[in-house]
């Protein structure tokens, strides 16, 4: 129901924008995320924006990664810049309605290589 996309292999200081599709059977969702999970390590948040746009990022992204939402097309947005080798891992959305009914996607892969 959630639907990720935009991963992929990219060198030390380049760019990549995750996707994040909610399907239409997911209504009133209230904050949409973005998670990470590295091999080993436990799952992390990234960064969280609510409906009126209030954004949270990890202290580590902070200045290189922007979330972002369009409310009308059920779609939010990771942009990834200046990427480090030590952002690899596996980043999952995640959608949290006002019900506090948590949805998870699939995960899309993002590996920096140095």
């Known amino acids: 129901q959630l639907q990720a996309s935009g991963g992929g292999l990219v060198q030390a200081g380049g760019s990549l924008r995750l996707s994040c599709a909610a399907s239409?059977?997911?209504?009133?969702?209230?904050?949409m995320g973005w998670y990470r999970q590295a091999p080993g390590k436990q799952r992390e948040l990234v960064a969280i924006?609510?409906?009126?746009?209030?954004?949270n990022y990890l202290e580590s992204v902070k200045g290189r990664f922007t979330i972002s939402r369009d409310n009308a097309k059920n779609t939010w947005y990771l942009q990834m810049n200046s990427l480090k080798p030590e952002d690899t891992a596996v980043y999952y959305c995640?959608?949290?309605?006002?019900?506090?009914?948590?949805?998870w996607g699939q995960g899309t892969l993002v590996t920096v290589s140095s």
């Open positions: 995640n959608a949290v309605q006002y019900s506090a009914t948590h949805y």
């Open positions: 239409g059977s997911i209504s009133s969702i209230n904050y």
């Open positions: 924006i609510s409906r009126r746009g209030t954004t």
